[in-house]
């Protein structure tokens, strides 16, 4: 039931990060990757199909925003652009560029190196929640249920939700469920 879950949130974040994706880049829905020796670059899964008629993924938004850029590539460096396009419905926390580079230096390209894969998706995993719930109906919330199995606080303050300390600057509908741009990458407690 955990795997289940852990990729259903999975899915859900990696569709918000390809939808919010530089709309300029639209009509490119793969990914290009540097292989390591290992790897092969072709990436299969049903998030490289391209479809024209269906309302967009999470990851599609993502992708196709010129403010998640670096969200976009930590999901294809993580390799979770499969788990963001499952049915969902899965809510996306999708932090932007200035939001990662408020991070301390060094820490984007430190945790995009590949023997850092399985650190980086369990970060991405924490902005993933199952579930379709507006700005508004998240107030009604104390903590949300995360896809690598953590759990992230909700706080009102002013009026506006704050999730994990994050606020959120705007919401996005998708297909498969919800994404919300926020200010501050989210980054899971340590034991």
Same mark, same amino acid.
């Given at each position: 039931?955990?795997?289940?879950?852990?990729?259903?949130?999975?899915?859900?974040?990696?569709?918000?990060?390809?939808?919010?994706?530089?709309?300029?880049?639209?009509?490119?829905? %793969?990914?290009?990757? %540097?292989?390591?020796?290992?790897?092969?670059?072709?990436?299969?899964?049903?998030?490289?199909?391209?479809?024209?008629?269906s309302k967009p993924t999470v990851l599609s938004i993502a992708i196709g925003s010129k403010d998640h850029t670096t969200l976009v590539a930590a999901v294809q460096a993580a390799q979770l652009e499969?788990?963001?396009?499952?049915?969902?419905?899965?809510? #996306?926390?999708?932090? %932007?560029?200035?939001?990662?580079?408020a991070l301390p230096k060094g820490t984007v390209e430190n945790l995009l190196k590949a023997e850092n894969k399985d650190?980086?998706?369990?970060?991405?995993?924490?902005?993933? %929640?199952?579930?379709?719930?507006?700005?508004?109906?998240?107030?009604?919330?104390?903590?949300?249920?995360?896809?690598?199995?953590?759990? #992230?606080? #909700?706080?009102?303050?002013?009026?506006?939700?704050?999730?994990?300390?994050?606020?959120?600057?705007?919401?996005?509908?998708?297909?498969?469920?919800?994404?919300?741009?926020?200010?501050?990458?989210?980054?899971?407690?340590?034991?």
């Amino acid at each position: 039931m955990k795997t289940i879950k852990q990729l259903f949130f999975l899915f859900a974040f990696v569709a918000l990060i390809c939808s919010c994706k530089n709309e300029t880049k639209k009509d490119s829905t %793969t990914s290009t990757v %540097t292989a390591t020796e290992n790897e092969s670059t072709e990436r299969t899964g049903q998030a490289f199909i391209k479809d024209d008629e269906s309302k967009p993924t999470v990851l599609s938004i993502a992708i196709g925003s010129k403010d998640h850029t670096t969200l976009v590539a930590a999901v294809q460096a993580a390799q979770l652009e499969n788990a963001l396009v499952n049915a969902g419905p899965l809510m #996306v926390f999708a932090p %932007t560029n200035a939001a990662f580079d408020a991070l301390p230096k060094g820490t984007v390209e430190n945790l995009l190196k590949a023997e850092n894969k399985d650190a980086l998706a369990n970060i991405l995993k924490y902005h993933v %929640t199952p579930g379709n719930y507006s700005k508004d109906f998240l107030k009604k919330f104390k903590k949300l249920g995360q896809a690598n199995n953590g759990y #992230v606080k #909700v706080e009102v303050v002013d009026g506006e939700p704050l999730i994990g300390g994050a606020k959120i600057l705007g919401s996005v509908k998708a297909g498969n469920g919800i994404v919300h741009v926020i200010d501050k990458v989210l980054l899971p407690p340590t034991e």
